[in-house]
T-cell receptor, first 115, second 114 residues
Framework: AQTVTQSQPEMSVQEAETVTLSCTYD???????LFWYKQPPSRQMILVIR??????QNATENRFSVNFQKAAKSFSLKISDSQLGDAAMYFC????????????FGAGTILRVKS | EAQVTQNPRYLITVTGKKLTVTCSQN?????MSWYRQDPGLGLRQIYY???????DKGDVPEGYKVSRKEKRNFPLILESPSPNQTSLYFC?????????????FGSGTRLTVV
């Protein structure tokens, strides 16, 4: 069974600083995808970044980047130059490459941004 | 605009009164799914559908029904709601091999069963 663990229920960061959200996962498969989703107070689920497990290179999207350690089954999200609009719940999620497979989510990390 | 439309956004109902939450997507996605979100548990899959007339159970299907008669619509039915189904519900659709490119989510339905 696949599992995703986010060990930080809450994190805080000062505006313009950098913060890293942690995520570990467990799967017996070698090919899979990992995601970070953002859920602001509007509760809309927004895809932040996607990583393909067979790619060594860490994904980046503007101020968002990941540190993907496949052997350690770790997938952390780094937010640089934090902005007030980054305040949200962040979910780490995993899916296998098989068709019809589900996204398995972690419990989420609340990120607070201080001005 | 590409989107997943969920209705209603908020719903308060009484135990045992059948209800339907509608979900429609305009992206011609084959894959659609329902999730519930509960504090400390993240999002858990209820049901999913790989195409018209093809549905299957997720991790927490008890007390729910779905149907996929048209590609764009995937309603969630609670035949006899109970208070433990009070939750935030999301419909999602996906492109590519299942969820591999990430889902597009609806705006969520906050359901309270009293």
């Amino acid at each position: 069974a696949q599992t995703v663990t986010q060990s930080q229920p809450e994190m805080s960061v000062q505006e313009a600083e950098t913060v890293t959200l942690s995520c570990t996962y467990d799967t017996s498969e070698s090919d899979y995808y990992l995601f970070w989703y953002k859920q602001p107070p509007s509760r809309q689920m927004i895809l932040v970044i996607r990583q393909e497990a067979y790619k060594q290179q860490n994904a980046t999207e503007n101020r968002f980047s990941v540190n993907f350690q496949k052997a350690a089954k770790s997938f952390s999200l780094k937010i640089s130059d934090s902005q007030l609009g980054d305040a949200a719940m962040y979910f780490c999620a995993l899916t296998l490459m098989e068709y019809g497979n589900k996204l398995v989510f972690g419990a989420g990390t609340i990120l607070r941004v201080k001005s | 605009e590409a989107q997943v439309t969920q209705n209603p956004r908020y719903l308060i109902t009484v135990t045992g009164k059948k209800l339907t939450v509608t979900c429609s997507q305009n992206m011609n996605h084959e894959y659609m799914s329902w999730y519930r979100q509960d504090p400390g548990l993240g999002l858990r899959q209820i049901y999913y559908s790989m195409n018209v007339e093809v549905t299957d159970k997720g991790d927490v299907p008890e007390g729910y029904k779905v149907s996929r008669k048209e590609k764009r619509n995937f309603p969630l039915i609670l035949e006899s709601p109970s208070p433990n189904q009070t939750s935030l519900y999301f419909c999602a659709s996906g492109v590519g091999a299942g969820a591999n490119y990430g889902y597009t989510f609806g705006s969520g339905t906050r359901l309270t069963v009293v």
